[in-house]
Protein backbone atom coordinates (compact mmCIF):
# COMPACT_ATOMS: atom_id res chain seq x y z
CA UNK A 1 0.00 0.00 0.00
CA UNK A 2 2.60 2.63 0.66
CA UNK A 3 4.57 1.68 -2.28
CA UNK A 4 1.45 2.00 -4.06
CA UNK A 5 1.10 5.65 -2.63
CA UNK A 6 4.36 6.09 -3.61
CA UNK A 7 4.36 5.43 -6.84
CA UNK A 8 1.11 7.14 -7.55
CA UNK A 9 3.15 10.46 -5.76
CA UNK A 10 5.69 10.09 -8.21
CA UNK A 11 4.04 9.82 -10.93
CA UNK A 12 1.85 12.69 -9.55
CA UNK A 13 5.15 14.34 -9.33
CA UNK A 14 6.52 13.42 -13.22
CA UNK A 15 3.01 14.46 -14.58
CA UNK A 16 3.03 18.08 -12.48
CA UNK A 17 6.65 18.01 -14.23
CA UNK A 18 5.62 17.67 -17.80
CA UNK A 19 2.38 20.05 -17.25
CA UNK A 20 5.09 22.63 -15.50
CA UNK A 21 7.85 21.88 -18.73
CA UNK A 22 4.53 22.30 -21.11
CA UNK A 23 3.48 25.81 -19.66
CA UNK A 24 6.60 27.05 -19.09
CA UNK A 25 7.27 25.75 -23.15
CA UNK A 26 4.28 27.38 -23.85
CA UNK A 27 4.95 31.01 -22.44
CA UNK A 28 8.21 30.27 -24.19
CA UNK A 29 6.20 29.72 -27.30
CA UNK A 30 3.75 32.50 -26.78
CA UNK A 31 6.62 35.09 -25.54
CA UNK A 32 8.43 33.79 -28.87
CA UNK A 33 5.39 34.70 -30.95
CA UNK A 34 4.67 38.08 -29.16
CA UNK A 35 8.28 39.19 -29.99
CA UNK A 36 7.86 38.47 -33.44
CA UNK A 37 4.74 40.10 -34.32
CA UNK A 38 6.30 43.04 -32.22
CA UNK A 39 9.16 42.68 -34.61
CA UNK A 40 6.86 42.77 -37.74
CA UNK A 41 4.98 45.84 -36.20
CA UNK A 42 8.15 47.35 -36.03
CA UNK A 43 10.11 46.21 -39.26
CA UNK A 44 6.04 47.33 -40.75
CA UNK A 45 6.11 50.73 -39.24
CA UNK A 46 9.59 50.83 -40.85
CA UNK A 47 8.58 49.99 -44.34
CA UNK A 48 5.66 52.57 -43.76
CA UNK A 49 7.84 55.65 -42.77
CA UNK A 50 10.22 54.87 -45.66
CA UNK A 51 7.23 55.27 -47.67
CA UNK A 52 5.51 58.01 -46.19
CA UNK A 53 9.25 59.30 -46.72
CA UNK A 54 9.87 58.37 -50.11
CA UNK A 55 6.21 59.65 -51.18
CA UNK A 56 6.82 63.11 -49.45
CA UNK A 57 10.39 63.64 -51.40
CA UNK A 58 8.17 62.81 -54.82
CA UNK A 59 5.60 65.20 -53.66
CA UNK A 60 8.07 67.81 -53.02
CA UNK A 61 9.79 67.39 -56.24
CA UNK A 62 6.29 67.47 -57.88
CA UNK A 63 5.23 70.74 -56.09
CA UNK A 64 8.90 72.35 -57.01
CA UNK A 65 8.22 71.04 -60.44
CA UNK A 66 5.19 72.59 -60.64
CA UNK A 67 6.09 76.09 -59.45
CA UNK A 68 8.92 76.46 -62.02
CA UNK A 69 6.49 75.67 -64.43
CA UNK A 70 4.31 78.93 -63.18
CA UNK A 71 6.91 80.66 -62.63
CA UNK A 72 7.66 79.59 -66.25
CA UNK A 73 4.57 81.08 -67.41
CA UNK A 74 4.22 84.03 -65.33
CA UNK A 75 7.53 85.00 -67.17
CA UNK A 76 6.59 84.45 -70.20
CA UNK A 77 2.50 86.22 -69.30
CA UNK A 78 4.80 89.52 -68.58
CA UNK A 79 6.84 88.92 -71.85
CA UNK A 80 3.91 88.68 -73.56
CA UNK A 81 2.13 91.75 -71.83
CA UNK A 82 5.00 94.04 -72.27
CA UNK A 83 5.80 93.18 -76.35
CA UNK A 84 1.91 94.14 -76.87
CA UNK A 85 2.34 96.79 -75.10
CA UNK A 86 5.16 97.92 -77.01
CA UNK A 87 3.35 96.99 -80.24
CA UNK A 88 0.19 99.19 -78.84
CA UNK A 89 2.08 102.34 -78.80
CA UNK A 90 4.20 101.98 -81.90
CA UNK A 91 1.11 101.59 -83.79
CA UNK A 92 -0.48 104.14 -82.05
CA UNK A 93 2.45 106.23 -82.76
CA UNK A 94 2.71 104.99 -86.48
CA UNK A 95 -1.25 106.13 -86.89
CA UNK A 96 -0.62 108.97 -85.05
CA UNK A 97 2.00 109.69 -88.27
CA UNK A 98 -0.01 108.69 -90.85
CA UNK A 99 -2.76 110.97 -89.94
CA UNK A 100 -0.14 113.74 -89.96
CA UNK A 101 1.48 112.88 -93.39
CA UNK A 102 -1.85 112.75 -94.87
CA UNK A 103 -3.24 115.93 -93.11
CA UNK A 104 0.37 117.51 -94.07
CA UNK A 105 -0.33 116.87 -97.71
CA UNK A 106 -3.68 117.53 -98.17
CA UNK A 107 -2.82 120.80 -96.46
CA UNK A 108 0.35 121.62 -98.89
CA UNK A 109 -2.08 121.17 -102.38
CA UNK A 110 -4.40 123.31 -100.55
CA UNK A 111 -2.06 126.11 -99.57
CA UNK A 112 -1.87 127.08 -103.69
CA UNK A 113 -5.60 127.84 -103.62
CA UNK A 114 -5.62 129.67 -100.44
CA UNK A 115 -2.73 132.12 -102.13
CA UNK A 116 -4.72 132.76 -105.26
CA UNK A 117 -7.90 133.65 -103.24
CA UNK A 118 -5.53 136.22 -101.17
CA UNK A 119 -4.13 137.66 -104.54
CA UNK A 120 -8.05 137.75 -105.79
CA UNK A 121 -8.72 139.85 -102.64
CA UNK A 122 -5.84 141.90 -102.84
CA UNK A 123 -6.02 143.13 -106.03
CA UNK A 124 -7.44 146.15 -106.90
CA UNK A 125 -9.70 145.23 -110.04
CA UNK A 126 -13.08 145.04 -111.51
CA UNK A 127 -15.53 142.27 -111.39
CA UNK A 128 -14.28 140.50 -114.34
CA UNK A 129 -10.78 140.45 -112.72
CA UNK A 130 -11.97 138.61 -109.53
CA UNK A 131 -14.35 136.67 -111.39
CA UNK A 132 -11.50 135.13 -113.22
CA UNK A 133 -9.82 135.13 -109.95
CA UNK A 134 -12.49 132.89 -108.49
CA UNK A 135 -11.74 130.77 -111.54
CA UNK A 136 -7.96 130.54 -111.23
CA UNK A 137 -9.16 129.12 -107.57
CA UNK A 138 -12.00 126.71 -108.44
CA UNK A 139 -9.09 125.22 -110.93
CA UNK A 140 -6.57 125.12 -108.34
CA UNK A 141 -9.04 123.06 -106.05
CA UNK A 142 -9.79 121.06 -108.76
CA UNK A 143 -5.79 119.91 -109.52
CA UNK A 144 -5.10 119.74 -105.62
CA UNK A 145 -8.63 116.93 -105.68
CA UNK A 146 -6.74 115.23 -109.09
CA UNK A 147 -3.30 114.83 -107.20
CA UNK A 148 -5.33 113.54 -103.89
CA UNK A 149 -7.43 110.98 -105.65
CA UNK A 150 -10.75 112.72 -105.14
CA UNK A 151 -13.23 113.04 -107.40
CA UNK A 152 -16.45 114.73 -108.39
CA UNK A 153 -19.64 111.67 -107.88
CA UNK A 154 -21.43 111.09 -111.41
CA UNK A 155 -25.03 112.43 -110.48
CA UNK A 156 -26.63 111.49 -113.40
CA UNK A 157 -29.58 109.00 -114.31
CA UNK A 158 -30.76 106.66 -111.31
CA UNK A 159 -30.55 108.19 -107.85
CA UNK A 160 -27.99 105.96 -105.83
CA UNK A 161 -28.88 105.92 -101.96
CA UNK A 162 -24.46 104.78 -101.88
CA UNK A 163 -23.97 107.98 -103.38
CA UNK A 164 -26.77 110.71 -103.29
CA UNK A 165 -28.77 111.84 -100.88
CA UNK A 166 -32.29 112.77 -101.51
CA UNK A 167 -33.88 116.07 -99.99
CA UNK A 168 -36.74 116.53 -102.40
CA UNK A 169 -39.08 114.39 -104.60
CA UNK A 170 -41.11 115.79 -107.52
CA UNK A 171 -43.91 114.18 -110.23
CA UNK A 172 -42.46 114.93 -113.60
CA UNK A 173 -43.79 113.04 -115.86
CA UNK A 174 -40.91 113.82 -118.56
CA UNK A 175 -38.78 112.24 -116.23
CA UNK A 176 -38.04 108.38 -115.35
CA UNK A 177 -38.99 106.89 -111.80
CA UNK A 178 -36.38 107.00 -109.33
CA UNK A 179 -34.13 109.80 -111.40
CA UNK A 180 -32.36 112.71 -109.66
CA UNK A 181 -33.78 115.63 -111.87
CA UNK A 182 -31.64 118.13 -109.96
CA UNK A 183 -27.96 118.25 -108.12
CA UNK A 184 -28.07 121.04 -104.99
CA UNK A 185 -24.71 120.13 -103.85
CA UNK A 186 -21.75 118.38 -105.63
CA UNK A 187 -21.02 114.77 -103.66
CA UNK A 188 -16.96 113.88 -103.66
CA UNK A 189 -15.22 110.59 -103.19
CA UNK A 190 -11.96 109.39 -103.07
CA UNK A 191 -11.92 105.58 -104.47
CA UNK A 192 -14.87 103.60 -103.05
CA UNK A 193 -14.69 106.10 -99.69
CA UNK A 194 -17.57 108.80 -99.82
CA UNK A 195 -16.25 112.20 -98.71
CA UNK A 196 -19.81 114.49 -99.08
CA UNK A 197 -22.88 112.45 -100.90
CA UNK A 198 -24.53 113.94 -103.82
CA UNK A 199 -27.52 116.43 -102.47
CA UNK A 200 -30.19 115.81 -105.04
CA UNK A 201 -33.92 116.46 -106.03
CA UNK A 202 -35.09 112.79 -107.20
CA UNK A 203 -38.44 112.60 -109.43
CA UNK A 204 -40.97 110.13 -108.87
Do not use: W
Request: charged fraction near 40%.
Amino acid sequence: MEETNKNVQEDLKETTEEINEEVVNEDVVEEILENEEVAQEESTNGESEEDELAMLRKNKDEVKRLNNEVEALKDRLLRVTAEYENYRKRTAKEKEGIYTDSCADVIKEILPVVDNLERALAADGSVEDLKKGIEMTIKGLQSSFDKLGVEEIDASGEFDPNLHQAVMHIEDESLETNVVAEVFMKGYKRGDKVIRHTVVKVAN
